[in-house]
């Protein structure tokens, strides 16, 4: 089984990834990919609120996953990884090189972003990181809920789905 979906999503977990996307899963763990989470006691044990208690959190900076990523992969459970930022999911492909497909699950507006969907927001550079995943094999695509459908990266980038 092991991970079913790559998730950019800058509000990490919450309801969307957890009831959203997990129950059509039946996902049974989520990794939460981020050096800052990571490094933070406190804000772990917020996010491990979110988390039903059938479903196991683990907690990895990017380095730290590219290193444990094979273990994960190989849960016999299915699961969800996610990453804040394209950064982070550029770094772990780039170390993983398995990751097949990347969901674009929310990149909200902040100050230098710019609307392509109404849920993800891009600078230059996160278009840059994204296209330069794309060009390395993996498929990238936009989707905030399962029942939606799956934006590839060129409308993306056009901004043809608003």
């Keep these: 089984m092991g991970i079913h979906l ?22 049974r763990f989520l990794i939460l990919v ?6 933070s006691d406190w804000e772990k044990e917020l996010y491990r609120m979110a988390v039903p208690p059938e479903m196991d959190i683990y907690f ?8 444990e990523h094979a273990r994960y992969a190989a849960d016999p459970r299915p699961g969800i990884l996610i990453a804040g930022d394209t950064e982070s999911m ?23 972003r710019a609307e ?27 989707q905030d809920v399962p029942s939606a459908r799956a934006v590839p990266l060129s409308e993306v980038l056009e901004g043809q789905s608003k």
């Design 60 to 67: 990895a900076d990017v380095d730290t996953a590219i290193r």
């Design 90 to 112: 550029h770094r772990l492909a780039k170390g993983v090189r398995a990751i097949g497909s990347v969901n674009l699950g929310g990149i909200h507006h902040r100050a230098g």
């Design 34 to 39: 981020d050096d800052l989470v990571a490094s």
């Design 116 to 142: 392509k969907l109404r849920y993800v927001f891009l600078t230059p550079v996160e278009e840059q990181e994204l296209r330069a995943l794309e060009a390395s094999g993996v498929e990238v695509t936009a």
């Design 6 to 27: 790559y998730r950019i999503d800058d509000r990490l977990i919450h309801g969307q990834v957890v009831v959203g996307w997990g129950q059509p899963l039946n996902a």
